[in-house]
């Protein structure tokens, strides 16, 4: 099958669509032939030539979706004839008036995640099916103790303190700085921030100042961060500042570590609560779950839970959809 896709295709893997359009990529690869467009050189000659000339039967847009990226979508299936257009909605962008523009571009499928984006698309006359994110289980796993304790000793956390991490964008509409209220005493935070994107500087100081630890830089190896914490906490609950199933939080419990969640996009549709995943409808609720994360006996099995959802297993499913839909 040929596939064409359009999204930043990059080895720096700090980006939620970025990392998306890397794996499918890279598996897509093994048993199709695969080309990848950046959609930043849409206005460029090269990026339609070379599209016209790979004879797509795919076209799979991963950022967004907005307008503006199903109106290139559909333009370049016309370009292209013949080809069926895919839509990923990670983080859809659509004002209320835009909305009902989609039905014009609308495109032969949308892959959502969250219910209510399912549900949004689904009214407006699009055709949609869940498919997931997906996470590396043999990268991102857990650790011994006396691995652990080595892990901190590499990257200056104090073994004495209970280390809560996050990861993503040093942005205030991730919510982070609710993080700064578990900052002290026998708590470390440990937020590591995309290199790839911009930061708001006064709230990278105020996490410094309060003790947090900020790493703004690109790690390669970014499982070992995760395996040297005790807890994973992800506080965003603006709809526009994440994708609608986090990498992070999956690839925190592909760690097994105790994940404190908001009931974000797709978290609680395909993850049932207990087993050390915590969801919580406030920020006071926070400190009530990390006590219990460190002051009870807690089994945690959230390795478990995701499992289902490897890159293979995603990308098998993409494969099934997309010769459904050339077989029509």
């Given amino acids: 099958m040929r596939i064409c896709l359009i999204g930043e295709c990059s080895n720096n ?8 359009a890397f794996h499918f990529a890279q598996r897509l690869s093994k048993h199709n032939e695969v080309i990848t467009l950046n959609p930043r050189k849409v206005l460029s000659r090269s ?16 950022p ?33 008036l835009s909305k009902n523009f989609i039905p014009l571009f609308k495109p032969d499928l949308v892959l959502t995640q969250s219910i ?26 857990a650790v011994s103790s006396a691995s652990k304790i080595k892990l901190r000793q590499k990257y200056g956390v104090d073994n004495g303190k209970f280390a809560i991490l996050h990861v993503g964008s040093i942005k205030k509409k991730r919510n982070i700085q609710a993080l700064l209220r578990l900052q002290g005493g026998d708590n470390q935070v440990l937020i ?64 097994n570590l105790p994940v404190i969640s908001t009931r974000f ?18 920020e006071e609720e926070f400190e009530q779950k990390l006590n219990e994360v460190k002051h009870k006996t807690l089994e945690v099995k959230t390795r478990d839970k995701v499992l289902s959802y490897t890159w293979e297993k995603i990308v098998a499913r993409l494969e099934e959809i997309y010769h459904g839909l050339v077989s029509l």
Avoid at 13 to 20: A, M, Q, W, Y
Avoid at 118 to 139: I, P, R, W
Avoid at 192 to 212: D, F, I, P
Wanted: glycine letters at 8%; a negative charge.
């Fill in 64 to 96: 967004g979706p907005s307008i503006m990226s199903l109106m290139i979508a559909k333009t370049l299936a016309s370009y292209c004839k013949g080809a069926k257009v895919v839509v990923s909605a990670l983080i859809p962008f659509f004002p209320s």
């Fill in 192 to 255: 590591v921030g995309s290199e790839s994107m911009s930061v708001e500087h006064k709230l990278y100081r105020e996490l410094n100042e309060k003790g947090c630890l900020v790493w703004r830089t690109y790690f390669d190896h970014i499982e070992e961060i995760y395996a040297l914490a005790d807890c994973y906490i992800f506080p965003t609950g603006r709809k526009t500042a994440c994708i609608e199933l986090p990498l992070s939080v999956m690839e925190a419990m592909a760690c």
């Fill in 265 to 282: 996009g797709a978290l609680p549709r395909i993850f049932d609560e207990g087993d050390g995943l915590f969801f919580i409808d406030s």
């Fill in 116 to 141: 209510e984006t399912e549900e949004m698309f689904d009214k407006l006359g699009c055709k949609t099916k869940f498919l997931a994110s997906g996470v590396d289980a043999n990268k991102f796993t």
């Fill in 47 to 62: 990026f339609w030539q070379e599209a016209k000339g790979f004879n797509p039967q795919i076209i799979h847009y991963i």
């Fill in 13 to 20: 893997l700090d980006e939620g669509t970025v990392n998306i």
